[in-house]
């Protein structure tokens, strides 16, 4: 992703480039580890605040999760982190998928990515949006599901979120081109920052 190609075309989000510095986060690459991490927090790790997956890790005294320690994980720390019967289902059908699937995702373009994953049971487009924005790091990634995004996006540029809104962010997203990561990258950054202003 080319976190240096300026979008011009929209002032709300030139304006944010010229105030904030580049987002950048050092991706781990790895899928099955982002896809625990949107299950079991409902928020991938880099983005979470309240940590549960982290701390879930450090209480299993692991560094990274794996197929061959999720059992540790499980044993240890997943008991402490209240999930719904749903997310265990999905827990385990991605368990099952990953120990018998091996996929080279690097190789996949974003269709056969969201194709492959929307297949295991419990797994929707936002973590799709998630595991291809900031996994694959893929460069025109819009997720228009994100609560986060919705929020800013209706503040700055007065969309209306009582009637289509992601239609609306659609629109607005059209000025991007195919540099949509870029764009959502900034805004969810600058609205981290907690200076949302018009």
Known sequence: MDDNMPVTHDPILKKIMDT??????ESTGDVFFDLMSCIIEQQIHYRSTKRIFAKGLERA??????????PVFEEKALSAIK???SKYTTLAEAIHFFSTQKVDW????????????????????????MILLYTLER??????????????MVRLYGLNPASRLKAQMLEVAAAWGANRSMAVRYLLAYKSQGTIQR
């Open 139 to 152: 460069p025109d990634i819009f997720p228009a599901d994100d609560f986060h995004l919705k929020e800013i």
């Open 20 to 25: 904030i510095p580049a987002p950048r986060t």
């Open 83 to 85: 999930l719904s019967d």
């Open 61 to 70: 005294g692991l560094v990274t999760l794996t197929l061959d320690n999720f």
């Open 106 to 129: 690097q190789s996949l373009d974003d269709m056969a990515v969201r194709e492959i994953l929307s297949g295991i049971k419990g797994i929707g487009p936002w973590t799709i949006d």
